[in-house]
């Protein structure tokens, strides 16, 4: 029996409770399989890194470091390109930098502004990084097939890239 409850001017059916309600869209949409096969990924590649000696560092820090160039990236679009707030990515920084793996430095454009860069030991954490991200690919390469996986990277190149 479904249950149904207010939402606005429309009754909402909770589908759970309803076996005439097909939920199977929810576990096998792309979004859904590209969010599990990114956490399955990414906790591969930090076994990996543990494995080299790196234990300092989480998902978190990872989509943070992801979204930092090499020369430097103010906080604002770092947080920016990660879809987050100032003050969130604000956080992840300072422990990234409680960590030694990054620091803030004045930004030679902006004086007032400030820059985010690895510092040498982020640098060869990174270098690591590259690693684990490398042996985590052969490894899903080796499950989904190389050539499943260069098609894949092609396609998702392909799919982010954004058309007129």
Do not use: C
Not at 11 to 16: E, F, K, T
Not at 115 to 131: I, K, Q
């Amino acid at each position: 029996m479904a249950i149904a409850r207010k939402a606005g001017s429309r009754a909402v059916a909770h589908a759970a409770s309803d076996p005439k309600v097909d939920e199977a869209w929810r576990h096998d949409n792309i979004g859904r399989l590209l969010s599990n096969a990114l956490r399955h990924f990414e906790a591969r590649v930090i076994e990996l890194l543990v494995e080299a000696g790196h234990d300092e560092v989480t998902q978190s820090h990872i989509n943070a470091t992801r979204h930092l160039d090499v020369n430097g990236t103010r906080l604002t679009e770092m947080a920016q390109r990660a879809a987050m707030t100032k003050q969130s990515m604000g956080e992840l920084v300072d422990q990234l930098e409680q960590k030694g793996l990054v620091a803030r430095r004045p930004d030679p454009l902006d004086g007032r502004a400030r820059l985010v860069h690895f510092t040498p030991a982020g640098l060869a954490w990174l270098d690591d990084f590259r690693v684990a991200v490398k042996k985590a690919e052969r490894e899903m390469a080796r499950t989904i097939g190389a050539e499943a996986l260069r098609a894949m990277k092609e396609m998702l190149h392909h799919y982010d890239t954004p058309t007129g």
